[in-house]
């Protein structure tokens, strides 16, 4: 009888060497490596309508604001990944170019793919972050954002958004209405979110 053969596991310092030589992005989650797909124009309208409302809210002070190419680093949890968009606050990751283990906030745009994915287990590690004060969770098809705060307790606080209202991103003194993420998605095949 053939048994399978063992899985090797890289370390994070392998997992690193060999990601920057590969033209795939992958994401690491204790050990194993997963390939990271491409996404379709909605969840990349959002993505880069909430960089672009963070980056101009941001600029001239200490926070950065990160999308797609950046890696977060969840240290308690060995792993990374790579969250549609990240904001960092603390000097200690102006030290790493490839990666970020500090992040006030995350933000995952949902497609069917990985919303469980992004939901649990990825939410999971994220919540060993002590500097994560907020888990943007963004419906790419229907606008539907839910925001999770941690509050001074340390408990994790669900926040819905639906259309029509003021999403709240309190960790960086932000409130901004939900259309306002999904100027230009496409949700009918006819009329965009924003234009009339």
Same mark, same amino acid.
């Given at each position: 009888?053939?048994l399978p053969q063992p899985v090797e596991k890289f370390t994070p310092?392998?997992?690193?060497?060999?990601?920057?030589?590969?033209?795939?992005?992958?994401?690491?989650?204790?050990?194993?490596?997963?390939?990271?797909?491409?996404?379709?124009?909605?969840?990349?309208?959002?993505?880069?309508?909430?960089?672009?409302?963070?980056?101009?809210?941001?600029?001239g002070g200490p926070c950065r604001v990160y999308m797609v190419d950046?890696?977060?680093?969840?240290?308690?949890?060995?792993?990374?990944?790579?969250?549609?968009?990240?904001?960092?606050?603390?000097?200690?990751?102006?030290?790493?170019?490839?990666?970020?283990?500090?992040?006030?906030?995350?933000?995952?745009?949902?497609?069917?793919?990985?919303?469980?994915?992004?939901?649990?287990?990825?939410?999971?590690?994220?919540?060993? $972050?002590? *500097?994560?004060?907020?888990? #943007?969770? @963004?419906? +790419?098809?229907?606008?539907? !954002? /839910?925001?999770?705060?941690?509050?001074?307790?340390?408990?994790?606080?669900?926040?819905?958004?639906?259309?029509?209202?003021?999403?709240? $991103?309190? *960790?960086?003194?932000?409130? #901004?209405? @939900?259309? +306002?993420?999904?100027?230009? !998605? /496409?949700?009918?095949?006819?009329?965009?979110?924003?234009?009339?």
């Amino acid at each position: 009888m053939n048994l399978p053969q063992p899985v090797e596991k890289f370390t994070p310092e392998a997992y690193l060497e060999w990601e920057m030589a590969n033209e795939i992005k992958h994401e690491y989650l204790d050990g194993e490596v997963f390939a990271m797909s491409g996404a379709k124009d909605s969840h990349v309208t959002v993505s880069g309508n909430l960089f672009i409302l963070l980056r101009n809210h941001l600029r001239g002070g200490p926070c950065r604001v990160y999308m797609v190419d950046m890696k977060a680093r969840v240290e308690a949890a060995n792993c990374f990944f790579y969250p549609d968009v990240l904001v960092t606050c603390d000097s200690r990751d102006r030290a790493s170019d490839y990666y970020k283990s500090h992040p006030v906030f995350i933000a995952e745009v949902l497609s069917a793919s990985t919303a469980a994915f992004d939901r649990g287990r990825k939410f999971s590690a994220y919540r060993q $972050l002590d *500097s994560l004060r907020e888990y #943007l969770l @963004i419906d +790419a098809d229907t606008p539907s !954002v /839910d925001c999770f705060r941690r509050d001074d307790s340390g408990h994790w606080v669900l926040y819905p958004y639906e259309a029509g209202s003021m999403v709240e $991103l309190a *960790s960086m003194g932000l409130s #901004l209405p @939900i259309e +306002a993420l999904y100027e230009d !998605v /496409d949700f009918d095949g006819g009329n965009q979110a924003g234009t009339e």
